[in-house]
Every structure is written in C-alpha cells, then in structure tokens.
C-alpha cells in the first residue's frame, strides 16, 4: 500500500498540568487539556511535539514531572518534549525585576533541574528524521547561562548541518527568540514596563545567533510557545516562526498586537512534498476560571501555603530548595 500524499503531526505548549496536592490548581487548565488530547486523537497524527512547560510547578516539584510523563503515556502516538521555564526555571539574569513577591535570580535554571527533567523525558535537545522531515528541539532559554548545557547547547546547534538533509526541517524552542521584531534591542528587566518583554524573549547575542544558525540548519518551521498568545506567523528568511497559543495556561500580553490567537488548543501540522501547513484547532473546551485556589506568577518558597491542597498528602518542595539556596537548584 503506497503512504498517504499527507500526513500529520502535532504541536502543543504551556498546558501546565498541576496537582490538586500543591499550594495553587487551576482546574480549567486541566480540563482545556483534556479536551485538547481527546480532538488530537481524533485528529490521528503520527506524533506530538510538546513545546515545554507541561507542569505547573516543576521546577519546585519532582513528582508533576512523573505525572506529566505518565499522562503523555497515556496517548496512542510518541511525544517529543522539551522543558520550558515553569518545568527547570528561567533564563538567567543577575539583576531583579521590580516584583517583590518572587526572586528573579533564584528563579534562574540550574544542571540539577535540567538534568532531573531530562531522567523523566529525555535529552533536553534533540533532532532525528521521520518520514523526510527532520524535528529539532531544544531549550534555548540556557544561552547566556554560564551553565555547562550552554556549551552543549551551541555545540549542537553547530552540528545541525551537518546531520543528513531532510525534505522539511520543523525546531521546536520554548521562549518567543524576540517579541516585537528580530532587530528589537535587549529589554531591561529592572524596569516594570519592560519586564514581559524581557521575561518572555531573549536577549542579544544569543538571539541572533540562534537564528543563525537555524538558518544554516535549514530550518523551515519554528514553533514556539511560552507567552500562551498566538500570533500570525512571521518569516525570517526562509524560515516561518511560529508563535502560538497554549494548551491550557491563559493568554498574556493580548493588548500588545492587533491580531492575536487567545484561545487554548493545539497546532495541527500537514506535511507535503513541497510544504507543511499549520493550523491551530481550538479547543472545544474553553473553560472558565472557576474553582481553582492559590497565587499566580512565582511566589517565593517561603509564601506558600500547602495546607490549601485539596487532595492528601499534599506536596511539599524538593527537599534542597528553601528562598536562600532556591537558584542553586
């Protein structure tokens, strides 16, 4: 029997899956995402790229890692995962924003994190070959870290080249690579207008090294999540950057554009011979923010309150972080 002249793959990001067990459960979210896996099994694609922050709280808690991984088990296609920020922590940064409700430096992503995700969902990049179409994935967020991924990181970056060509070539990062225009000048994190901007992007150099070398990759589709609000896509070359909707978490920074997505669903991907087209299919669930408890954003270890779980036992941090040695994590 000869294939199919099409055939399909799907994309999500930032469906936050929490646990009735922490200090904070947003039950729409939940119920968004279950709405969403059951049209993207309707759908029958071959496979589903997960574009970082599965969790709610992951950085904090090891154990919504293994829930995470096991409700990806529970779908009839393989699942490609890369970290976002909710998952291992944040891009690096030395200076605080003006928030005095969280620490942005012991928010910053550290080996030990990166390395605790990677045991339950594999390398945190990753590139391989299916059906002509080469997938790359990877946390671009560790650019500019000092960390020993960095290196590892352009290092790979470097060897993507390299690698046997393919007909199409799809990457998948979790931070938007700039937010208003790829020329845009770095944002000040210490400045309250400027912090989204700069909490959602990357900065220079690493940003126009990145595209640069996803352009020598020949890179044809970036999709990217983290900001939970879609945009019409953008070109850079040849290469069409994707910034989408999330599958859960709701929309940010809505005013900032004229034309943006804010429903929650997923991105179904046709592949053809000369083309791979991208849809978002909303969720047929889009859920009211009914029922849920505890603060947004990153409230420091020290203000949060487990005694609001709703579901016994309930969870407590990973036994070496506290507010002081929180950014060694």
């Not at 896996?37 to 950085?59: C, F, S």
């Not at 959602?200 to 983290?226: I, K, M, N, S, W």
């Not at 069409?240 to 554009?257: I, K, L």
């Not at 011979?273 to 969720?283: G, H, M, N």
Request: with cysteine; glycine share 8%; proline share 8%.
């Amino acid at each position: 029997m000869s294939a199919p002249a099409t055939w399909r793959f799907v994309h999500v990001n930032d469906h936050h899956l929490g646990t009735r067990r922490s200090y904070r459960y947003r039950p729409a979210m939940t119920a968004r995402w279950e709405a969403i896996k059951r049209q993207m099994i309707a759908l029958g694609p071959e496979l589903l790229l997960v574009g970082g922050d599965l969790t709610r709280d992951g950085d904090t808690h090891e154990f919504e890692y293994q829930n995470a991984r096991e409700d990806l088990d529970g779908l009839p296609f393989p699942s490609f995962v890369i970290p976002g920020n909710m998952d291992v922590g944040n891009k690096h940064t030395d200076r605080e924003g003006p928030g005095a409700d969280r620490s942005d430096i012991a928010l910053n992503m550290t080996s030990a994190r990166l390395s605790r995700f990677a045991s339950w969902f594999g390398p945190i990049q990753w590139s391989f070959l299916h059906r002509e179409v080469r997938f790359t994935g990877f946390y671009a967020a560790v650019a500019g870290s000092g960390l020993r991924e960095e290196e590892r990181f352009w290092r790979f970056m470097s060897r993507l080249p390299e690698l046997p060509p393919a007909r199409h070539h799809v990457a998948m990062m979790h931070y938007w690579p700039w937010i208003d225009a790829p020329d845009e000048p770095n944002w000040d994190i210490t400045q309250r207008e400027e912090y989204h901007p700069w909490y959602f992007g990357l900065d220079q150099p690493h940003r126009g090294r990145l595209l640069d070398a996803l352009q020598a990759a020949g890179v044809t589709v970036l999709l990217c999540g983290h900001v939970h609000t879609g945009r019409p896509a953008e070109r850079v070359g040849a290469m069409r950057v994707y910034e989408t909707p999330a599958a859960g978490n709701t929309a940010q920074m809505t005013t900032r554009w004229p034309d943006v997505e804010t429903r929650q669903g997923c991105q179904l991907c046709e592949v053809g011979a000369e083309e791979i087209t991208v849809r978002f299919i909303p969720a047929d669930d889009q859920s009211p923010e009914t029922g849920g408890w505890g603060p947004g954003g990153h409230p420091r270890l020290s203000e949060r309150d487990y005694s609001l779980a709703q579901e016994l036992p309930p969870l407590a941090p990973d036994p070496w972080l506290t507010d002081e040695t929180e950014s060694e994590r």
